[in-house]
């Protein structure tokens, strides 16, 4: 059973960037699509972006292209989420999750597992 | 983009009753390829249901998924007092990406 924890809460002035972790432990992580999704204070959930570990390239939503990137450590079974230029519109939890298929693309994916959330708060 | 509207936006229930919660699509989802899941305060969404209707590893039977192409629903059949939470819908294989509802607060009454 695959179980992602994520790295802790972080504070961020506006303008800078902030760096999420998310390891796996209990099951295949480098075949199956790491996404990354947020919820703003009091909002829905809204997608980030996506990897496959083992293929290395990232798909991006429209909205933050540019401004994250998405990586993955198959050697320590980590996917990273950095996202640039911050603001306070940006203060939300961030969740990884783990995609449905193998070799699956991220955007053909629903989640499950998903880790237990960051709190990421842009303030200055 | 594919956008999801939700309704209602709260359902206001007994626990016993029976939940009829709806997802409509701006445009056909592609193979029913629409997940649900379960929020409640302060913990990470729980899968429910993917591909429109079947149900996720060890969920209740009282939960269940139909519809297809722009329409779908998620319903509860007797609402236990934990089946009380803020539930989303997701589309996924659709061009550019992947999308979710605006919930729908399923309070008790």
């Known amino acids: 059973q695959v179980q992602l924890v994520q790295s802790g809460a972080e504070v961020k002035k506006p303008g800078s960037s902030v760096k999420v972790s998310c390891k796996a432990s209990?099951?295949?992580?480098?075949?199956?699509?790491i996404s990354w999704v947020r919820q703003a204070p009091g909002q829905g959930l809204e997608w980030m972006g996506g990897?496959?570990?083992?293929?290395?390239?990232?798909n991006y939503a429209q909205k933050f292209q540019g401004r994250v990137t998405i990586t993955a450590d198959e050697s320590t079974s980590t996917a990273y989420m950095e996202l640039s230029s911050l603001r306070s519109e940006d203060t939300a939890v961030y969740y990884c999750?783990?995609?449905?298929?193998?070799?699956?693309?991220?955007?053909?994916?629903?989640?499950?597992?998903w880790g237990q959330g960051t709190l990421v708060t842009v303030s200055s | 983009e594919i956008v999801l509207t939700q309704s209602p936006g709260t359902l206001s229930l007994s626990p016993g009753e029976r939940a009829t919660l709806s997802c409509r699509a701006s445009?056909?989802?592609?193979?029913?390829?629409l997940a649900w899941y379960q929020q409640k305060p302060g913990q990470a969404p729980r899968l429910l249901i993917y591909g429109a209707s079947s149900r996720a590893t060890g969920i209740p039977d009282r939960f269940s998924g139909s519809g297809s192409g722009t329409d779908f629903t998620l319903t509860i059949s007797r609402l236990e007092p934990e089946d009380f939470a803020v539930y989303y819908c997701?589309?996924?294989?659709?061009?550019?990406?992947?999308?979710f509802g605006q919930g729908t607060r399923l309070e008790i009454k």
């Open positions: 990897i496959i570990p083992i293929f290395g390239t990232a």
């Open positions: 209990g099951g295949t992580f480098s075949s199956y699509a």
């Open positions: 445009q056909s989802v592609s193979s029913s390829y």
């Open positions: 999750a783990r995609g449905s298929g193998y070799y699956s693309p991220p955007t053909y994916n629903w989640f499950d597992p």
């Open positions: 997701q589309q996924y294989g659709s061009s550019p990406g992947i999308t």
